[in-house]
């Protein structure tokens, strides 16, 4: 299994950024898929989940309305589309699946690399 994300960088305060997250390893279309950050001293925390089709989505109380998370499971892709961004949404930003890989038994967490996004003037 692999996730890659991409798209992080530097924006000012109330630009947007739109994070992608390529998947592989397994049947993508088949799983929910997940956003966390973790930003610096602090905890990792979830930022918007959506559903293995994509019809369902929840959001962090502190992104609702400025983030919004997509897939094209045509192209095992998992996105994270940011607005509005505040100094407080810099974190580095990771890509989360917990998936049975085929021949395993176990469902297993698995994290993308992370990428940074940092909102400053």
């Known amino acids: 299994v692999q996730l890659v994300e991409s798209g992080g960088g530097l924006v000012q305060p109330g630009g947007s950024l739109r994070l992608s997250c390529a998947a592989s390893?397994?049947?993508?279309?088949?799983?929910?898929m997940s956003w966390y950050r973790q930003a610096p001293g602090k905890e990792r925390e979830l930022v918007a989940f959506i559903s293995s089709a994509g019809g369902s989505t929840n959001y962090a109380d502190s992104v609702k309305g400025r983030f919004t998370i997509s897939r094209d499971n045509a192209k095992n892709t998992v996105y994270l589309q940011l607005n509005s961004l505040k100094p407080e949404d810099t974190a580095v930003y990771y890509c989360?699946?917990?998936?049975?890989?085929?021949?395993?038994?176990?469902?297993?967490?698995?994290w993308g690399q992370g990428t940074q996004v940092t909102v400053s003037s």
């Open positions: 390893g397994f049947t993508f279309s088949s799983y929910a």
């Open positions: 989360y699946a917990r998936v049975r890989v085929v021949g395993r038994t176990t469902f297993d967490s698995y």
